[in-house]
């Protein structure tokens, strides 16, 4: 396989996802991947990575909010920010989302080719909706994409596996892959 050129896009590490008595049940599953995520950090920003912090940014109006979903990660309050665990560097891109694709209606696509990225690392929360349709939607935009299965995570570890394990060995593979952080370290060594 021929070198990657990734960028590392970390999905929904916002504040109102991770308060605790959020309505959307992620806090405990989410903080279990807290220290992956820091790790792939650290090494992505050594290794000179693009660093990307796809974030909820909703208007309290959103038409997302119609349904059973609760207004949460406004656009300008202190939880639409990324969570204080994880610290967002000058380096670093924040992309502010209104939907669950990192792709839809933002620059993300033109961000990545600014770069040269031909791979997109996905993480974050939750591995059923905004993970798996931004790497996805990477596979539409002609990048390849690997979903880290423990940099991810989502309100419970059964959903998270199953979701994963849908996508492992599909007709898109290898464009889109599951792995771990270990393995994706190791393919992208030096």
Do not use: W
Not at 18 to 26: C, R, V, W, Y
Not at 104 to 131: H, N, P, S, Y
């Amino acid at each position: 396989m021929n070198p990657v050129k990734p960028a590392i896009i970390l999905v929904d590490m916002v504040k109102d996802t991770f308060k605790e008595g959020s309505k959307l049940q992620i806090t405990q599953e989410g903080r279990a991947i807290l220290p992956n995520l820091r790790r792939l950090l650290e090494e992505s920003r050594r290794r000179s990575f693009p660093v990307i912090f796809a974030c909820d940014s909703f208007l309290k109006e959103d038409f997302i909010f119609t349904g059973k979903m609760k207004p949460h990660s406004l656009r300008g309050t202190k939880g639409s920010e990324v969570m204080d665990e994880l610290k967002l560097e000058p380096s670093d891109i924040f992309l502010p989302k209104r939907r669950f694709s990192a792709f839809f209606k933002t620059d993300l696509d033109q961000t990545l080719r600014v770069f040269g990225v031909d791979t997109i690392v996905v993480t974050g929360v939750t591995a059923e909706f905004c993970v798996l349709t931004t790497g996805i939607d990477g596979v539409c935009h002609d990048f390849n994409a690997i979903i880290l299965e423990d940099c991810t995570a989502s309100h419970k570890k059964e959903i998270h596996q199953t979701c994963l394990n849908l996508y492992r060995k599909t007709a898109l593979y290898p464009l889109l892959r599951v792995m771990t952080l270990d393995q994706f370290l190791q393919e992208t060594s030096a």
